[in-house]
């Protein structure tokens, strides 16, 4: 099999597509339960806050899940290299990410304080550790790893904590922490909505901070050659649009136009992926030291006939899925408004 062609490099796209479509959607969700604790003044505010992704969190995780059953279908050698090699990070994510959907059934269950505060505190873990976590892989993934000459990884968690991914991990925490700060910003009114507003401008100055250095840090190590890359400007430049469009951002949210605020956070996090993803290619396991270590498209991808299926159902099946997702926001796009007289502990209604 050639290194890549047309249909595996277009899966490789499709695949990005779906991981920026997921941290688009889900960071959102992402940032709402971290900034939570620092902007609720009571029962009413926090209910408002897990209200205002109450309808979308688990509709948002389906991209995880395609995105997670695209690699396995057509690039199965990746999806085992990455299960075999980043077990224990991707194991730490599912944990999270299942104790954070409990949270939000389990939350209301019992009429007691200390039981909504541990479901609270879940909610908020599971938030935050995905969102490093995958910060960090993917600035590993765009940096380069440690890769035997089979393409295999043996670093475990410990050899993806180094600096320049712990950095990347920040970053992420940060740009999503803006992005669900804005997004609640948009979803909520009175007291609630400045102090959201309040946070987003706040966070915009480590965020921006934390992403430049990223992008430089990861430009500045380079990466070796391998046959088809694409030219280090390309994910530079997009990278540093990533960087513009969270300027813009910024002086959105200064401006209280929070809708363009939102949709300048969402390029923000949309360009950075694109940049990580221009980077990889056409390797789907870069290696960091040696260019004939990386895994390639071509020697992970799945064969011709497959991926011409997938590209069938996909072309058949995703526009349902958008309509369905598209349709859910619309029916729930109000803003949330404060009863006046919302007893402590009572539910807010949308």
């Not at 085992?80 to 991707?90: D, E, P, T, V």
């Not at 990278?239 to 949210?253: D, E, Q, R, T």
């Amino acid at each position: 099999m050639a290194p890549f062609s047309n249909l595996n490099s277009a899966w490789f796209a499709l695949i990005g597509v779906l991981w920026a479509g997921f941290l688009f959607l889900e960071g959102f969700d992402f940032g709402v339960a971290v900034v939570t604790p620092f902007l609720v003044r009571d029962e009413t505010d926090r209910r408002l806050c897990l209200n205002a992704v109450g309808p979308t969190w688990d509709g948002n995780e389906v991209w995880l899940l395609v995105a997670g059953g695209a690699t396995f279908a057509a690039f199965p050698t990746w999806y085992a290299r990455l299960f075999s090699g980043f077990y224990l990070a991707l194991f730490l994510i599912l944990l999270a990410l299942i104790a954070r959907g409990v949270s939000f059934e389990f939350r209301d269950k019992i009429d007691s304080k200390r039981w909504k505060r541990t479901w609270d505190g879940a909610n908020f873990l599971g938030s935050l550790v995905p969102a490093i976590v995958l910060g960090v892989a993917f600035t590993d993934l765009a940096h380069g790893l440690a890769l035997s000459a089979g393409g295999r990884y043996y670093g475990g968690i410990l050899g993806l904590l180094h600096p320049i991914g712990l950095v990347g991990g920040l970053a992420a925490l940060a740009v999503f922490c803006v992005h669900g700060s804005v997004f609640l910003s948009l979803k909520t009114t009175g007291d609630l909505a400045l102090r959201a507003r309040r946070a987003a401008q706040i966070l915009v100055v480590p965020a921006f901070v934390l992403l430049a250095g990223t992008v430089a840090w990861v430009a500045a190590a380079g990466r070796p050659a391998i046959g088809g890359s694409l030219p280090p400007v390309v994910p530079l430049l997009l990278g540093l649009l990533s960087l513009v469009s969270l300027v813009i951002a910024g002086g959105c949210i200064a401006a209280r136009r929070d809708g363009l605020g939102f949709a300048a956070t969402a390029c923000m996090i949309l360009l950075a992926m694109g940049a990580v993803f221009a980077r990889m290619f056409p390797a789907v396991l870069p290696s960091s030291s040696t260019g004939a270590h990386s895994l390639t498209i071509g020697a992970a991808s799945a064969g011709h006939s497959t991926l011409v299926v997938m590209t069938v159902v996909a072309a058949i099946f995703t526009p349902i899925v958008l309509g369905y997702q598209a349709w859910t926001y619309w029916v729930f796009r109000q803003r949330l408004i404060r009863p006046p007289l919302a007893p402590e502990g009572g539910r807010v209604q949308a």
